[in-house]
């Protein structure tokens, strides 16, 4: 990717390890938690000057309300969405495009230290996107004030810090290439925990399905119908179908870290993952919804995958609801490709 001149000196080095830390903590230090989404611009206007003193041309971009009310259906966000686009021309041949995005999930869990407040303990990093993905972020950054205080880079960069990835968002990184503002031939996506070169990922589709009863006081229970208990066969139903799943594989090797723990290619999955049903212990719930996710590999499309689980649960006889968030589509490259020998 780069074409260094020179190695730092060692003094240098040790700054680097520094700025690099004091970096992190304060990229970890917004929180930008998704769902619901917050403090995208905050973030956006703290790194623009980052990239500019790099030389880079900046694009803090806003997606109209508008937009994000069609597009956007998932009611858990909220808020306004921002996008960073970074174009650093040194008038290469090619260009290439290097991803990364600025939420994470909610920080959730018997936590020693607050989460967006990172610490260094017995020579580990703790704090909510150190792995997923803002240590990839400081990293990066880090990468290319060496690379540029020493070389050059051998392509022009295009540089995208986006929004929503760990809800499957629109407002992302397909919000930019609806604009056209992916342009490249050739992306690395920073993504995750992985130390290795991954050729391919899954994609994500969030499911919603909602069951219905009616209510009534659980004294006289037999007058309603219970959301709850009506719920178990459609349980039944999703665990027999998870069951089916995560018995295929995809002919994409995972990444060493996951091979480590017994996963040598990518797998589907289907993932129930919250259940909410009832306001009170005396009153009959009329309403109990489940959400999930459900992971599809590349031999897989989207489009079977929502069918599937639609079918699995129109043979029950449950009156519920099935709403579907489709996120990003699954995507492989090939293993012989020339990028993927270059990296």
């Known amino acids: 990717m780069m074409m260094p001149e020179k190695p730092l000196p060692p003094q240098e080095e040790y700054q680097m390890d520094l700025d690099l830390l004091d970096l992190l903590k304060k990229i970890i230090s917004f929180k930008t938690v998704a769902p619901p989404g917050s403090n995208y611009e905050a973030i ?3 790194l623009i000057p980052i990239f500019q003193e790099m030389g880079f041309a900046t694009r803090k971009m806003a997606m109209p309300q508008e937009v994000f ?3 956007c259906q998932d009611s858990r966000l909220e ?3 921002f996008n960073l686009r970074a174009d650093l021309d040194v008038r290469a041949d ?4 290097i991803y990364a995005h600025l939420d994470v999930v909610p920080a959730e869990g018997d936590w020693d230290t607050d989460p967006f407040q990172a610490v260094q303990k017995e020579g580990r990093i703790y704090g909510r996107g150190v792995s997923d993905c803002k240590g990839s972020i400081a990293a990066m950054i880090a990468a290319l004030r060496a690379v540029l205080k020493t070389g050059r880079p051998k392509y022009n960069l295009s540089v995208l810090l986006t929004t929503d990835e760990e809800v499957g968002g629109y407002s992302g990184l397909c919000y930019l290439t609806d604009l056209g503002q992916v342009k490249g031939d050739m992306m690395l996506c920073m993504d995750g925990f992985c130390d290795d070169v991954v050729i391919g990922s899954n994609g994500i589709i969030t499911w919603e399905a909602t069951v219905h009863g009616r ?3 659980s004294g006289s229970s037999f007058l309603g119908i219970n959301a709850v208990e009506r719920s178990i066969p459609v349980m039944e139903a999703l665990m027999a179908l998870k069951k089916e799943v995560q018995s295929r594989r995809s002919a994409v090797p995972s990444s060493s870290a996951l091979e480590a723990m017994g996963m040598k290619n990518l797998q589907p999955m289907l993932n129930i993952t919250m259940i909410n049903g009832g306001v009170k212990e005396n009153i009959v719930p009329d309403r109990c919804t489940m959400r999930g996710d459900r992971r599809v590999i590349p031999e897989e499309s989207m489009e079977e995958a929502m069918q599937e689980l639609e ?6 006889d449950v009156k519920l609801d099935l709403k ?3 996120g990003y589509p699954p995507m492989s490259v090939n293993p012989d490709h020339p990028w993927v020998s270059e990296v």
């Open 44 to 46: 956006v206007d703290w």
């Open 69 to 71: 009310a069609s597009r």
């Open 79 to 81: 808020g306004d969405r």
């Open 94 to 97: 090619k260009t290439l495009v």
């Open 215 to 217: 209510s009534a006081h």
């Open 311 to 316: 079918n699995a649960l129109n043979l029950l």
């Open 324 to 326: 579907f968030y489709p």
